[in-house]
């Protein structure tokens, strides 16, 4: 998640761009190391043992990294109901984020169509992706990501472990890249580069789409277009298909299918049944799941999320996000195709 999915739900909680950013600048007068932990010494010895890094790096390594209290604040969840889809939409789907996106596309056109012809992911859908992440580029975060991930590890129980699997994936990304750990820089959450991917990600699916033989999702837009085509491709991406149809719903049966998940686990036929109203050429028995896009004092806008759907979700876990992208890339491909 990057920086300004972040301040996205901070506008729609009220706490306006200004405070957004000035905690994200923050940092402690006396800003805390690691060095010297019990927690760290472990996963220090388990590094050496599984990875074969020298004891003494880490250790320099750690003892230069800093806790980022700003991190902490930006990734608590915010408080239910304060969410607000009107706000959360209007970050990424308008005129200045369409227009740069028709740029980007235009002067990307080759890679962006090789990656439809190999992976099956339609040029708009990783345009708007790019757009929606870091505005295709220019906000690829100021948190140095090893601060960011080694904060997150160890004081944010709440999501430690995968945060320390993501540290993990870092230091090894760093030593197989040849990358100086200490001066990358990305979002509060650790993610990197033009499509913000997290360190666990790049290894997996980062891809040399540009063929000058290294991986560079900072610098290479090809690189970042082919990686995120990849993705979603290995996510479950099904080439041609539909991505999502908007929904009109009646009476009260509906709400049984309104759990806040993500997952098409419902098929099209029951979800109908239950005066869930949907483009009727969507077959029968294909999987869906009912999604309500809710705004505080305004009537939730609804839609039916299919298997690609659900591919979007793997990049950001979360409703609004996939139903910006497939926004941002219908109004992209509609600008690009008037001009």
Do not use: C, K
């Not at 980062?206 to 999702?217: I, M």
């Amino acid at each position: 998640m990057t920086a300004q999915l972040a301040a996205a739900f901070r506008l729609a909680a009220g706490l306006g761009a200004a405070l957004a950013a000035m905690l994200a600048a923050a940092a402690p007068a006396a800003a805390q190391t690691f060095a010297g932990r019990a927690d760290v010494g472990a996963f220090i010895a388990e590094m050496v043992e599984r990875h074969a890094f020298a004891r003494s790096d880490l250790e320099r390594l750690f003892a230069a990294a800093r806790y980022q209290d700003s991190v902490v604040t930006l990734i608590t969840p915010l408080p239910a109901g304060t969410r607000s889809w009107r706000v959360y939409r209007a970050n990424f789907v308008n005129p200045r984020r369409v227009q740069a996106g028709v740029q980007f596309w235009r002067a990307n056109a080759a890679a962006l169509d090789r990656a439809a012809q190999a992976f099956g992911v339609p040029p708009e859908i990783v345009v708007a992706i790019i757009g929606v992440e870091t505005e295709f580029g220019r906000n690829q975060g100021t948190f140095r990501v090893l601060d960011a991930l080694a904060t997150l590890a160890f004081d944010y129980p709440r999501r430690g472990d995968y945060f320390r699997g993501e540290l993990e994936q870092y230091l090894l990304l760093a030593r197989e890249s040849r990358l100086d750990a200490t001066a990358v820089r990305g979002s509060f959450a650790g993610a990197i580069g033009i499509p913000q991917f997290m360190p666990g990600s790049i290894r997996r699916f980062g891809v040399d789409f540009d063929g000058d033989g290294r991986r560079d999702l900072r610098g290479s837009a090809a690189d970042a277009i082919g990686s995120v085509a990849n993705f979603l491709s290995e996510h479950g991406w099904v080439s041609g298909a539909p991505i999502a149809a908007a929904a009109r719903v009646e009476g009260e049966g509906y709400r049984e299918f309104v759990d806040g998940g993500v997952v098409p686990m419902h098929r099209a036929d029951v979800l109908r049944a239950a005066a869930v109203a949907f483009d009727e050429s969507i077959p029968a028995e294909a999987p869906g799941v009912l999604v309500e896009l809710e705004s505080p004092d305004e009537p939730p806008v609804y839609l039916v999320g299919l298997q690609n759907f659900y591919a979007l979700t793997r990049y950001n876990r979360s409703s609004f996000y996939a139903a910006a992208v497939v926004e941002l890339a219908e109004a992209v491909r509609a600008a690009n195709g008037a001009r």
